[in-house]
């Protein structure tokens, strides 16, 4: 036990470490409808990393979250948001500028959890992914 204490103290330390491009910049907790993130500002785009813990969130619900979070904190109208249910990117049109473009698309696999069930200490299920 006491050789994987550093590494789990690392491992939870890293929970809402900011991202690239955002390290340096110090991170404001906000809670909204029962979730928490923490959010970082770096020029017209905001990052949003969710710290609360939520079975299976849907990222319309938790992207709808942060971009109302990034909205009350800057003042500007969110444009997209973009990433996952942990860690998103609200693009913001703020002054009458224009939102900055939304970043290129990565190769995202995604998927439904479908039934769940137990068997003595184990529980199985299954995934459809498209």
Known sequence: MRRWLPFL???LGACDA????????????R??????FTLRHNGDVVEAI??????LPKFPDVSAKAAHL?????GCDPVWVDGDESMMRVGLKCEGRKAP???R???TIFCEIGDLWQSGESISG???CG
């Open 9 to 11: 103290i690392l491992l």
């Open 18 to 29: 900011a991202g690239p491009g955002f390290r340096g910049i110090p991170g404001i907790e």
């Open 31 to 36: 809670e909204y409808d029962g979730s928490r």
């Open 50 to 55: 969710r710290t609360s813990p939520e079975w």
């Open 70 to 74: 990034a909205h009350m904190e800057t």
């Open 101 to 103: 473009k939304r970043p």
């Open 105 to 107: 698309k990565r190769r």
């Open 126 to 128: 299954y995934m459809t």
